[in-house]
């Protein structure tokens, strides 16, 4: 699995969550630091070009912001 980590506002890692876990199969969302409101995304190999697409679409709504390592 190749492994990112976002910060966002605390307020939105539910909804990111749901939108990137609603492509099956394809990646996981984990809550790191709820407090910090750090997001690490775990994606299939297979899906990656897919999930950063699907990232990149959320940045701007979102205000997300990819980190190198949490």
């Given at each position: 699995m190749i492994k990112k980590w976002f910060k966002l506002k605390r307020?939105?890692?539910a909804p990111v969550q749901f939108i990137v876990?609603?492509?099956?199969?394809m990646a996981t969302?984990?809550?790191i630091?709820?407090?910090s409101a750090i997001i690490q995304i775990c994606i299939m190999?297979?899906?990656v070009q897919?999930?950063?697409c699907v990232?990149?679409?959320l940045k701007n709504k979102y205000?997300?912001?990819?980190?190198?390592y949490y």
């Open positions: 307020n939105h890692i876990e609603g492509y099956e199969g969302v984990s809550t630091d709820s407090h190999p297979d899906f897919e999930i950063v990232m990149e679409s205000f997300l912001e990819e980190i190198k």
